[in-house]
């Protein structure tokens, strides 16, 4: 299974950006049984969730960007996306996009950056 990341890129504090990650080289659907998410990792710092979503739908956000960012899926493309809105300085780093089946598996995408300029 491979995850290809885009989007992604230089904006200004305040603006906003979209990921998306596709899955393939699996033969069935395999976004949709799996745990969706997006992780990122500042300079000199340890990566951390951003955000996940299940295959309910349900989400659940990191504190720091509850009520910016929306995580959502699209299981028929074997897709997810990261809208980022009211973008901060602080949300400079680099962005990976993750699936996790139910078997003991994780798959990562190649990371994307994100530079948000004051």
């Known amino acids: 299974v491979q995850l290809q990341a885009s989007g992604g890129g230089l904006v200004q504090s305040g603006g906003s950006l979209t990921f998306s990650c596709a899955a393939s080289g699996s033969i069935f659907s395999i976004a949709s049984i799996s745990t969706m998410g997006w992780y990122r990792q500042a300079p000199g710092k340890q990566r951390e969730l951003v955000a996940t979503?299940?295959?309910?739908?349900?989400?659940n956000y990191a504190d720091s960007v509850k009520d910016r960012f929306t995580i959502s899926r699209d299981n028929a493309k074997n897709t997810m996306y990261l809208q980022m809105n009211s973008l901060k300085p602080e949300d400079t780093a680099v962005y990976y996009c993750?699936?996790?089946?139910?078997?003991?598996?994780?798959?990562w995408g190649q990371g994307t950056q994100v530079t948000v300029s004051s």
């Open positions: 993750n699936i996790r089946p139910p078997w003991p598996a994780d798959y």
């Open positions: 979503i299940l295959t309910t739908g349900t989400t």
